[in-house]
């Protein structure tokens, strides 16, 4: 595949990242889900990690949107985070929420856009996506230990917030997650882990890109 054709392709699959952004906002805001889906009421769905990246992915898109149609440089350093970030909770979804609270409840809604359909796009967009009119952009290799900032501070964040406020009880909970159903420090080294397998998607990411290209 050629540079021009790669170009194409990921212009389109952009266009639908963002579609499927606003699609899942939509959903997301207006139509009240159940607890236990992982799918909260209206703007208290933003204490996800799995809706906050997509959300932001969703932003990047637009940005390189932007930049496509003034003929500009992708800024694919926060293509890469936010694309590791969306590929992080198509992970995560299927290696452990999924068997944890049901697969079939996890793709319901919103969330069929939020953990599904948006990060496949999103990630193909990515390898496929050249950087640059003139040549593909080189990804460094560094970069991909950026991917694991995010994580680092939403976990900072979620297990503050269980330390200083509690665990709670379902369905009223500050780890809505379930990382702590089994302790802190499993819950550390289950974030550490998630710190990992981003940095291990972004390395992923970054092959088979160059490979593509």
Same mark, same amino acid.
């Given at each position: 595949? @050629?540079?021009?054709? @790669?170009?194409?392709?990921?212009? #389109? ?21 159940? +607890? ?12 996800? &990690? !799995?809706?906050? /990246? @997509? ?8 940005? /390189?949107?932007?930049? /496509?149609?003034?003929?500009? $440089?992708?800024?694919?350093? %926060? ?5 590791? %970030?969306?590929?992080?909770? =198509? ?7 999924? $068997? ?5 409840? *996890?793709?319901?809604?919103?969330? =069929? ?12 967009? &990515? ?12 990804? $460094?290799?560094?970069? !991909?230990?950026?991917? *694991?900032? $995010?994580?680092?501070?939403? +976990?900072? &964040? #979620?297990?503050?917030?269980? *330390?200083? @406020? ?12 379930? =990382? ?10 289950? =974030?550490? +882990? ?7 998607? %972004? ?11």
């Amino acid at each position: 595949m @050629n540079i021009e054709k @790669n170009r194409r392709i990921a212009f #389109y699959l952009n266009i639908a990242v963002i579609v499927f952004a606003v699609a899942g906002t939509i959903l997301m805001l207006f139509f009240r889900g159940q +607890g236990d889906e992982l799918l909260a009421e209206g703007i208290e769905n933003y204490k996800y &990690f !799995t809706v906050l /990246s @997509n959300e932001i992915c969703g932003i990047i898109a637009v940005v /390189s949107l932007v930049q /496509s149609l003034r003929g500009k $440089p992708q800024p694919m350093l %926060a293509k890469l985070m936010a694309t590791a %970030a969306v590929g992080l909770t =198509f992970l995560v979804i299927i290696g452990f929420l999924g $068997p944890l609270y049901g697969l079939l409840k *996890m793709y319901r809604g919103a969330n =069929f856009f939020f953990h599904l359909i948006l990060p496949l796009t999103a990630m193909a967009e &990515f390898v496929l996506c050249p950087g640059d009119a003139a040549e593909p952009v080189t990804i $460094p290799f560094w970069w !991909t230990f950026l991917t *694991m900032i $995010p994580v680092a501070v939403y +976990g900072a &964040f #979620y297990l503050g917030n269980c *330390m200083i @406020n509690g665990i709670g009880e379902w369905p009223h909970t500050n780890d809505f997650y379930g =990382f702590l159903n089994w302790g802190l420090p499993v819950g550390l080294a289950i =974030f550490a +882990g998630i710190m990992l397998a981003i940095w291990g998607i %972004a390395c992923v990411l970054r092959a088979v890109r160059a490979r593509v290209q």
